[in-house]
């Protein structure tokens, strides 16, 4: 049971455009959203999170955007960089259960020069 | 900036054999994690602890597997008896809250052939 989903393995954007990574999540019971970036050979790195209370949450070039009535999450990265092609994970956990973070499959963003 | 420490960073291990995993997870966070990542799979929960016992563990985190934070700073993961599956990059992490991004480590590759 796929919980949380990323439908697009991967995304190419030329430098300086808008990267949009998608999420789509299953569980209504999920309240808290988090990015991650990783690199290869290294661990993901935490970017930005949402509260279920918020539909936006801005950190300089990262907006993640949260649409509760269709499940539905997005992180968007303005102006993108080269430095910031790296797969990106959405994980999603529950209040109740928030030692546990359900992970997406992951997203390949590649930001051409 | 404080960094979670994971060592080795990789461990061949032959299959029936037993591996510990280690992490230093940042001195000041309470709550700690093992995930793991089997090649082209998605990052996969293993287990959380907090103030000395286990908060919350998948179905992955069998009897095979058991947790130690021994002596105040490191946090161990052990497999007693591997198999073959248990191929995958292991990922320490640790947090201040449960809710907030953790941090990981670089990762765990154990091969057991």
Redesign the interface.
Known sequence: DQQVKQNSPSLSVQEGRISILNCDYTNSMFD?F?W?KKYP???????I?I?SIKDKNEDGRFTVFLNKSAKHLSLHIVPSQPGDSAVY?C?A?T?T??????????TTLTVKP | EPE?TQTPSHQVTQMGQEVILRCVPISNHL?F?W?RQILG?????LV?F?NNEI??K?EIFDDQFSVERPDGSNFTLKIRSTKLEDSAMY?C?SSVE??????????TRLTVV
């Open positions: 808290y988090l991650y050979a290294e661990g993901p790195t935490f970017l999170s509260s994970f994980a956990t209040n259960n928030a030692g546990k973070s359900t992970f997406g499959d992951g | 979670v709550y994690y995930y799979q998605k990052v996969e929960f959380s907090y908060s919350e998948s990922f992490a449960t809710v907030y991004g953790y941090t990981f480590g670089s990762g």
